[in-house]
């Protein structure tokens, strides 16, 4: 399975930006998809989850309010919308796939990952 990650860039804070996951190489709608982000000296943290239908969601609480994920299983592909950046919300942004179908929040139990999109949020 392979993931590829695209969207990012620099915003100024307040602004908007939709990055998308394509994911190839297997039937896509089985698996949760997350986001996780990482930034400098950080560890790699929980953004968003979406279970293999679309119809559960869970987000950080970081997230909650200002960020949206989707999926279009006909388009082998995942959302995250996300609004009202901060310059905080910089970091390089990652799709993951699970292969179980509840939602999980922990990197280590994501089987695929994606090669990262840089955000960056200027003041």
């Known amino acids: 399975v392979q993931l590829q990650a695209s969207g990012g860039g620099l915003v100024q804070a307040g602004g908007s930006l939709r990055l998308s996951c394509a994911v190839s190489g297997r039937t896509f709608s089985p698996y949760t998809m997350g986001w996780f982000r990482q930034a400098p000296g950080k560890e790699r943290e929980f953004v968003a989850a979406?279970?293999?239908?679309?119809?559960?969601?869970y987000y950080a609480d970081s997230a909650k309010g200002r960020f949206t994920i989707s999926r279009d299983n006909a388009k082998n592909t995942v959302y995250l919308q996300m609004s009202s950046l901060k310059p905080e919300d910089t970091a390089v942004y990652y799709c993951?796939?699970?292969?179980?179908?509840?939602?999980?929040?922990?990197?280590?139990?994501?089987?695929?990952w994606g090669q990262g999109t840089q955000v960056t949020v200027s003041s």
């Open positions: 979406i279970s293999w239908s679309g119809s559960r969601k």
């Open positions: 993951a796939g699970d292969t179980q179908t509840y939602i999980r929040v922990m990197a280590s139990d994501y089987d695929y």
